[in-house]
């Protein structure tokens, strides 16, 4: 890690209980290489700082701060709102890292309140020594873990992006919805300073069976993204690879588990995440409401051309997926 990012995240550090992982100098490393011009502002000395990610359509920019600015406070928003004027942006997006009483702050300041792009919604387990973690999980999850370690899986950790992407695939198909590819996986797995996947397999011929990719970042970990192909459900090979995901973090010291979004509470089981949200509630842990994400439109027709190239490229990503 250079001197910067060792700079940038210590500040962080001061400035957040636990710093985010999506306002880390290293997340955005990631994303300037997928496609963002990442800006990094500190708006004073010793006051708020933020990673900010700029897009540009024609003459119009668009500034996006997931988790940020850091702190969550109201002049922390001031400070953003000033810097987006003086630099010319459009159009600005914020998902602070805070709760939702932020958002009254937010909707006084100019905001509106849009779709949220991280999850708005988390379960955050608070990590032990594996023995005892394990006996806080529910009856069902606990059940699943020990029967797939007395079935012979074999969880296997390292930096496997064509495995991931295999699996993530065959969630695409069941659950028609849409996932990174194996080059957006191998950019996190590269620039992120702990980033690993795990693999569960099948006793015999090694089959896999799911895959987890995890980061670490100021003393939490993350399940950024999962995936499974459905064979050999008798294995119980993904609650083996979430399993060896989260008492991996533990035994490497983390405080906390991060199992990166669950349904909206009382959502019922209608909603396309309900079986996630199940899932990952047997691990236990808290539930997080974050304040979502915010737009503030600082230029009417600069927003009008960024909205515009937004349908249009979702419109060829639908295209492409159908013809796939």
């Not at 940020?68 to 953003?80: I, M, Q």
């Not at 849009?114 to 606990?142: C, N, S």
């Amino acid at each position: 890690m250079s001197s910067d990012a060792e700079r940038w995240d210590g500040d962080l550090a001061e400035r957040a209980s636990t710093a985010p992982l999506l306002q880390s100098w290293a997340w955005g490393e990631v994303q300037s290489r997928v496609g963002w011009t990442v800006e990094r502002v500190r708006f004073s000395a010793d006051g708020p700082m933020a990673t900010i990610l700029v897009r540009k359509v024609g003459p119009a920019r668009e500034a996006y701060v997931p988790r940020g600015p850091v702190p969550a406070h109201t002049y922390s928003l001031d400070a953003l709102v000033d810097w987006a004027r003086a630099s010319g942006i459009a159009k600005l997006v914020v998902e602070p890292e805070t709760g939702r009483d932020l958002g009254d702050v937010l909707k006084e300041k100019g905001f509106e309140h849009v779709p949220a792009i991280q999850p708005q919604h988390t379960r955050i387990v608070k990590l032990l020594p594996p023995d005892q973690l394990l006996a806080t999980f529910k009856h069902g999850r606990r059940y699943n873990i020990r029967t797939g370690l007395k079935r012979g899986v074999v969880v296997e950790e390292g930096k496997d992006a064509a495995e991931l992407a295999r699996q993530s695939a065959a969630v695409e198909r069941r659950e028609s919805i849409r996932l990174p590819d194996r080059r957006y996986y191998e950019v996190l797995l590269e620039l992120l300073p702990w980033c690993r996947t795990y693999t569960a397999r099948a006793p015999e011929k090694r089959e896999p069976l799911a895959t987890v990719l995890v980061a670490r970042h100021a003393g939490r970990a993350y399940s950024l993204f999962a995936g499974r192909s459905g064979a050999r459900r008798e294995l119980m090979g993904n609650d083996l690879a979430w399993w060896s995901a989260i008492s991996s973090a533990a035994e490497a010291g983390c405080s906390d588990f991060d199992l990166w979004g669950v349904p909206p509470p009382k959502s019922g089981p209608d909603h396309p995440w309900h079986g996630l949200g199940f899932f990952k509630a047997e691990f236990g842990g808290e539930e997080v409401a974050y304040a979502g994400a915010w737009e503030m439109v600082l230029s009417a027709g600069g927003a009008r051309l960024l909205d515009a190239e937004r349908k249009a490229r979702a419109y060829i990503r639908g295209l492409k997926r159908n013809i796939r």
